[in-house]
Structures are given as structure tokens and as C-alpha cells.
């Protein structure tokens, strides 16, 4: 991390209290609440998440098949104009993402102008032949993507990651705004925090507005999952369960003649919309993996034919692999006609020899990563990385530059975070979910903030010891909050069912939409 | 909304396992008092009778443990060598649950994982008081289970959740009694005596029937009487009565939903209308041994038949 000083996102620059002046109300919090007692509710929300079986698996770990990721109970706060100005980059980066898909499987006008070296592309593992020229269904591909993001100061957003494929997390952050309204109400009376809870209704519209055109008023959806001892089973459920969908594996489907039908105990009824969450590889063993048991024989010839819309639609790897990654600026240029609103984090391509020299010249200073890995594994974090690990790496690089990319590190910015010896700033990262249908690009005001709890330490991931935290997004810019604005916006647990108490809300910053269908 | 039929199947067994693990720790519960509490010990010979009832005795002979309570309830709660303990009915009820997640209101979800959870990391069973703590935990998670399918929606997946649980009572009931048939009373103890007493008094606790006993029969504790009640009274929630009416209520919702019937509402519908003319004294004239093997066997083929007519193959 060196010595740079890093952005707290609760006390500003200087990492001691005061507040920055908008979250003054937030800081009164955290002074006059005892740590004994933010502990105290801390452990009541893991208790829940281990009550409602929120685990997950860790890979390569037989002992532990079964755990809670760490929360933290202090947020991580958005005020509403850093929010305004974020969304509208999402917005237009996963338009960008949305008309990049539909080219590289259509025209492919961008490798036509040059924008992009076609060998990149088309001999990229992430790119799937067997699909081009099939359309998705109202041609979107990216319905749901969570856009990783770190900050560097108020206003200094940076996209670490695009998630095209299968984005998870989503639970964490509906789950985590429910643990904080039951163990932290106050908070919510001193900030009016934006609703996070219209996220299933959202996904839901989402999947019906594109459904085949066939599939008439009232499309049947399902949840695809890979089965419940998939490490995301529960967010699976979670979904399917609010959305109030079925939530089916691969044997529970069949494909006759095209079309998708799911076995029911009065026989077989018609699927139109599946939200899988199952790798393309797994997805159709006619096309992709033969030996997947997993996946649905035939469902690529369903989708090839128009009869069931896929989210997120296969072959979506190609839009968020690293190596395409870096040209994530032109690509935003090419199609929406303007410059990026959120920047890219400088990135250097080892396939060129440029780059690669560079890279090798100052590995102690970069992030190196594979451009196909996730989940923080093959990656190398120079600054704390052991002589042992560069060397490792440099003649990995040497030997397979295309494999790699690298970046600067960044200061990430904090968040105050409890540690064992009381509240320490921690760096965090940033997952908000924006979703695409066919009446246009929407952002939930929330997202997934993930922790690093080591001290120092930038590697969030949760297999890696990373946590979460509810993230707030403000109505308005914080500052003053009196009591009779109490529990606005609050409609989190209630749902439709609560009384009239938006009255004094405003506009909320609810969902970002962007071109509405004509 | 439609049900899936492997849906159906993880709510149907999900019943299943859920009330088997009642019955053990309503079993362990009751043997314990037969062994201790009651006017003289009963020893070994009453938890040889609780691993006979449960079909787990040849297991228990292979483990090469004494017969002893520990060991004994060990084996029962614990072990999870064979899949009769309550950890492993605990541990498949959890795995339907959790294939099922969407199908469960999160109350009934939670029952299961929080019963689940007593016996993670659980090393040993302690002694009596322990014992009986653990199983009383175990009996909470149950009846909150119990109560939050109740408050579910009275939809598909609630009678399936509910058609496993008939299906197994009636196994265990059944079963309970049969035991009867194999405790041998000790030499010189005499039918009607203490020792017999106490062993039809054991087999009311486990179904919690005491105190409906004494509310339905004037006459003190007869074998007779105990025998009327749990077969033949519909209005004794574990009876083979009940459970007989219950599959055939069931399945009359879930038919009235689908519109069709099939081979297991006929055999329910048969064999609650043979159930219905059943006297309690023809069978202790004709052989409860007989009669209660014949009622297990084709409580058996009704499951067969319930998996086949809604697809779970």
C-alpha cells in the first residue's frame, strides 16, 4: 500500500473524526455507540446469517464447507450527488457493454473500424463461436450486470472489473440492509436512506420485458440453479423466492422440438425466461461441455430459435474478460459516441511488448492478474507480495505475457471497520448491480461493498477473509437530519404493506432509467 | 404455481425425515424414563426395545457398544454410521430444505437449520440430564417447524411437506407398537403387572398420549385400552386412524388442485375405508403382530404409489 494516504469515506482525507461535513450525524452514531455494543449487534447479525444458512463454500476447503461471510456493521455512505454521477457512468457503460455483445455476435463493426484487434477477440477463450449470430430476444444480452468499482476520493470512481456473466452478491445486499434495519434503527432516523428492497420487483420486470415474443402477457420465469451445493445456492433461492419464481436445476427442465418445458408434479408446463446461474460451459451439453450434468441438452438449440430468453444471454464472458477490459474505454466511445464517465483503472497489457517490459521493470509496484482468473486467485499484489511470489510471477509473465495484465495500486479508499482492537479504517470495493431490459438501464440505489478486514490488506474477496457491509446511498446530502423526517425511505421491511410514509421523501433517487422504449 | 415434481419429492421427504427425528427423540425421551424413572429400573432390556423399534438394533450389535443408555442414545442421536440417527434424519431434512429453500416460509427453514445446528460440533451426549435437554431441544425445533408449516400457505407444497409426515407417523406408530410384541416381560413378572405397566405407559409418553388416555378410558391402564387408542382413534393426532384420515385429506386437496386422481388416492381411499370398519378387539383376537407388519407393509406401497403418481421418479 506504501505511504500514500488514503481516502476514508466517512472522515475524508484526514482518517480522523470529524466527519467529512455531510455525515456528521453518522459520526455522532459511531462516537456515542460503544463498541461493546456495535459487537454486540455485529455477532446478532452473523447469528441470522447463520440462522438463515447465508454461507457459502470455500473451494479447496473441506473443513469449513459451510461459512458465514463476515459483516461489518459500520456502512459505507454514498451521498445522493456522487450517487447521481455514478449511476449515470454505469448507465452508460453497460449500454456500451449491451451494444458491444450484439456487435461482436452480429456485424462486428467494432473489429471492422479497428477499435479492437480481432485476434483479441475472436481467438479470446471467452468468445463463443457456436453462438454468433443467434440474437437474444429484444437483442440484450447483459441484463444483469455488478459493475466492481474502487474509489480513490469523493468523486474518483474507478471500474475495477466488469461482470457480465453471472454477478453474485445481490443477496448480500438486500440481506445486509435488513440486518441494519433491525439492529441499527436509529441510524435510519438520523440519514434517509434510499430503499434497496424493489430489487426482485425490478429483476422480475426485467426478465418478463424480454421475453420471447412468443410467450404472450404473463411469461413463465425460472430461477436456473447448479444445485444446492453450489457455493451461491442460497442467493439462488433468495431470488427465485422473492421474485416468486421456481427455482430449478437442470434435470428439472427438458427441451422437445425447440422449446423448454420443466417437469411438474401435472406434467409439462413451459418455461420462457430462465435466469441461469450456471457457466456457459455447463449450460447446454450439446454445444458447450458434453460432460456437464448440469445444464439443460438442447437449450441453445430453444434459445438459437428464438423460444426462451437466457439471462444473462452465453457467450457474455467476452464483454467483462480482462484483457477486453482495457479497451473498455474506446469501446464506451464507439457506441455511445462519448468519452467514459467512469475510467478504467490503468491498465497494461503484457501481450505488448511495451507493456510487459514496463510491467516486469516494476512488479513490486503493480497488481498483476490473469486475465481469466476470479475470485482474487492468480493474483499478484506487488507491494506486499514476498520476493518468492514476484519471482514466481515474473517468470509466469515471461513465459505467458497473453495470460496477464497489470495495473498501479491504487490508495483504495476506507471505511471505518470493527477490529479487534476497536474501529480501524479497512479498504473497501464496490459492487452495485445494474440491470438491462427492454425498457431501458436501471441502478438499485445499493450495491455490495466488500471489506478487506486484514489491516492493510486490498484483496476483498470473501474467499480471500474479505467481508461486507450495507452501503447507504442518501436522499439527499446528508447534513442535517431531524426527527421527523424519521424513518423515511424506510420501506425496506414493510414492503407494499407500509403506511403512507413516503410523503415527505421527494423525488428518491430510486432507480437511474435511461432510455425508456419508444 | 406449479410445483415441480423433484420440489415435491424434497417437501415429501423433507416431512418424512423431520418427524422420524421427532419420533427418535420423542423415543429416546420415554426409554429414558422407562429406565429410570419408573417404579424399578428397566435396564438393558429397555433400550434394546428402542433400537428394535427403530430397525437400528443389527447396526447397533455391529458398533460392538454395551447396551447402555450412552451408548445407546448416542448411537440414536449422534452416529452418524447408519442413517437412523437423529443427526442424520436432521441432516437429510436440512438437505431437502435447503433444495428447496423457495418452496419454505423462512420460519420453517430456520426450525430445521436452528434443530440442524444443536448438533454441530456436538462431541458427546452427557448424561440424563443432558440427554434429556438435548432431546427437549430437538422437540422445540420440531413443534416450531410443526407450527410454521401451519402458517405457510395452504398450497401444494405445504401438503406435501404435510402427506411425508403422515406417511411416517403412521410408519412409526406402527412401529411403536410392535415393539410391544418383542419385549419379553421378565421371568416372573406377570402381564398387567409393573414392569408390563410401565412398558404400555413408556409407549403413551412417546406419542404424548398420556393424559388423553386418562381422558378417554375410565378403566386404568390396559393394553386393550392403549391399543383402541392408537389404532382405532381418529380424534388421537398419532394414531393409525389419524394418519390414515390425514394421507386421504391430503391427497383430496392436492387432487382437487391438479384435477386428476391417481393410484395412491384410491389405495389412501381403500384402505381408510377397511380402516373404518377396523374394531380394536378383532385385531387383539387376530394378532396385533400380524396385524401391525401388514399395516407397515402397506403404508410401504402407498408411498411407492405417492412417488409414482406425482412424478417423483
Known amino acids: ?518 | 404455481m406449479m410445483l415441480l415434481s423433484r420440489t415435491a419429492s424434497s417437501l415429501y421427504w423433507l416431512g418424512r425425515y423431520i418427524e422420524r427425528a421427532d419420533f427418535m427423540a420423542r423415543l429416546i425421551e420415554a426409554t429414558v424414563r422407562l429406565d429410570v424413572l419408573s417404579s424399578r429400573p428397566a435396564g438393558e432390556a429397555a433400550w434394546s426395545s428402542a433400537l428394535t423399534v427403530t430397525e437400528t438394533d443389527e447396526d447397533f450389535a455391529k458398533s460392538g457398544a454395551a447396551m447402555t443408555q450412552i451408548e445407546v442414545v448416542r448411537f440414536l442421536t449422534l452416529d452418524t454410521s447408519h442413517p437412523g440417527s437423529v443427526v442424520r434424519c436432521l441432516a437429510m431434512a436440512r438437505d431437502n430444505a435447503r433444495a428447496v429453500r423457495t418452496a419454505l416460509s423462512r420460519d420453517a427453514w430456520t426450525a430445521i437449520n436452528r434443530a440442524w445446528l444443536i448438533f454441530e460440533n456436538r462431541a458427546g451426549v452427557g448424561g440424563t440430564a443432558a440427554t434429556l435437554n438435548m432431546v427437549e431441544a430437538v422437540k422445540n425445533e420440531t413443534r416450531g417447524f410443526e407450527g410454521a408449516v401451519q402458517r405457510m400457505l395452504r398450497n401444494q407444497a405445504t401438503w406435501f411437506v404435510r402427506l411425508g409426515q403422515a406417511i411416517e407417523r403412521a410408519d412409526n406408530t406402527a412401529r411403536l407398537l410392535d415393539v410391544k410384541y418383542h419385549i419379553l416381560l421378565p421371568e416372573g413378572e406377570r402381564v398387567g403387572g409393573v414392569v408390563d405397566r410401565d412398558q404400555w405407559t413408556t409407549i403413551l409418553q412417546t406419542v404424548s398420549a398420556v393424559t388423553a388416555y386418562r381422558w378417554l378410558y375410565s378403566d386404568g391402564l390396559r393394553a386393550s385400552n392403549v391399543i383402541d387408542l392408537l389404532v382405532t382413534r381418529k380424534e388421537m393426532p398419532r394414531s393409525l386412524a389419524a394418519s390414515i384420515d390425514e394421507v386421504v385429506d391430503i391427497l383430496g386437496d392436492l387432487a382437487r388442485h391438479t384435477g386428476s386422481h391417481g393410484e395412491a388416492d384410491r389405495m389412501a381411499r381403500m384402505r381408510a375405508a377397511r380402516a373404518a370398519k377396523t374394531r380394536s378387539g378383532e385385531i387383539m383376537t387376530s394378532g396385533l403382530h400380524q396385524y401391525l407388519l401388514s399395516f407397515i407393509d402397506e403404508n410401504a406401497k402407498l408411498h411407492g404409489a405417492i412417488g409414482r403418481q406425482f412424478r417423483f421418479g
Open chain 1, 1 to 518: 500500500m506504501g505511504k500514500q494516504q488514503a481516502f476514508d469515506e466517512i472522515l475524508g482525507f484526514g482518517g480522523t473524526l470529524p466527519t467529512r461535513p455531510a455525515l456528521t450525524a453518522l459520526g455522532e452514531w459511531l462516537e456515542s455507540t460503544p463498541d461493546s455494543e456495535l459487537r454486540r449487534r455485529q455477532d446478532a447479525a452473523e447469528t441470522t446469517f447463520r440462522q438463515l444458512g447465508i454461507t457459502f463454500a470455500v473451494y479447496g476447503d473441506s473443513d469449513a464447507s459451510e461459512r458465514i461471510i463476515p459483516f461489518d456493521i459500520v456502512p459505507r455512505v454514498f451521498l445522493r450527488s456522487e450517487w447521481d454521477r455514478l449511476s449515470d457512468g454505469l448507465v452508460q457503460r453497460v449500454e456500451a457493454i449491451n451494444a458491444f455483445l450484439d456487435d461482436i455476435y452480429g456485424d462486428r463493426r467494432i473489429l471492422d473500424e479497428g477499435v479492437l484487434p480481432a485476434d483479441l477477440v475472436l481467438g479470446n477463450d471467452q468468445f463463443r463461436p457456436e453462438i454468433a449470430g443467434m440474437r437474444p430476444p429484444h437483442g440484450i444480452a447483459a441484463h444483469i450486470c455488478g459493475i466492481d468499482l474502487v474509489r480513490t476520493g469523493p468523486d474518483e470512481f474507478f471500474v475495477l472489473e466488469d461482470n457480465a456473466r453471472t454477478p453474485s452478491g445481490v443477496s448480500y445486499m438486500l440481506e445486509n440492509r435488513e440486518a441494519m434495519l433491525r439492529l441499527c434503527p436509529e441510524l435510519f432516523r438520523e440519514l434517509r436512506v434510499a430503499a434497496v428492497d424493489s430489487y426482485p420487483d425490478l429483476l422480475l420486470e426485467t426478465m418478463k420485458s424480454v421475453a420471447p415474443h412468443a410467450a404472450g402477457s404473463s411469461p413463465r420465469c425460472v430461477v436456473l440453479t447448479p444445485g444446492h451445493y453450489n457455493s451461491a445456492y442460497y442467493e439462488h433461492s433468495f431470488l427465485a423466492d422473492s421474485m416468486g419464481i421456481e427455482l430449478v436445476e437442470g434435470r428439472d427442465l427438458v427441451v422437445d422440438d425447440d422449446v423448454v418445458w420443466m417437469r411438474t408434479i401435472e406434467g409439462l408446463v413451459r418455461v420462457d425466461v430462465i435466469y441461469r446461474r450456471i457457466d456457459d460451459d455447463y449450460l447446454d451439453p450439446l454445444v458447450f461441455r458434453p460432460d456437464s450434468a448440469l445444464g439443460v441438452p438442447g437449450l441453445i438449440a430453444a434459445y438459437a430459435a428464438g423460444n426462451v430468453a437466457i439471462i444473462n444471454a452465453p457467450g457474455n464472458g467476452i464483454a467483462d474478460d480482462k484483457a477486453i477490459y482495457s479497451y473498455m474505454p474506446e469501446i464506451v466511445k464507439f457506441y455511445t459516441g462519448s468519452e467514459a464517465k467512469l475510467p478504467n483503472v490503468e491498465t497494461f497489457r503484457c501481450r505488448e511488448p511495451g507493456a510487459l517490459k514496463y510491467v516486469l521493470d516494476n512488479l513490486p509496484e503493480l497488481v498483476v492478474k490473469l486475465v481469466d482468473g476470479s475470485g482474487g486467485y492468480g493474483m499478484l499484489v506487488g507491494p506486499t507480495a514476498s520476493s518468492g511470489e514476484i519471482e514466481t510471477f515474473r517468470a509466469a509473465l515471461i513465459a505467458e505475457p497473453h495470460r496477464y495484465i497489470a495495473q498501479p495500486t491504487l490508495a483504495l479508499s476506507t471505511v471505518p471497520t470493527m477490529a479487534a482492537q476497536g474501529l480501524a479504517p479497512r479498504h473497501v470495493d464496490f459492487r452495485p448491480f445494474v440491470l438491462s431490459g427492454a425498457h431501458g438501464v436501471r441502478v438499485v440505489p445499493g450495491g455490495l461493498t466488500r471489506v478487506a478486514l486484514k489491516e492493510g490488506s486490498l484483496v476483498v474477496n470473501s474467499s480471500q477473509g474479505g467481508g461486507t457491509k450495507d452501503s447507504f446511498v442518501l436522499m439527499d446530502e446528508g447534513h442535517v437530519a431531524t426527527q421527523d423526517q424519521s424513518a423515511g425511505g424506510q420501506t425496506q421491511t414493510m414492503g407494499s404493506m407500509t403506511q403512507a410514509q413516503s410523503a415527505d421523501q421527494g423525488t428518491p433517487p430510486a432507480t437511474t432509467t435511461r432510455g425508456d422504449a419508444a
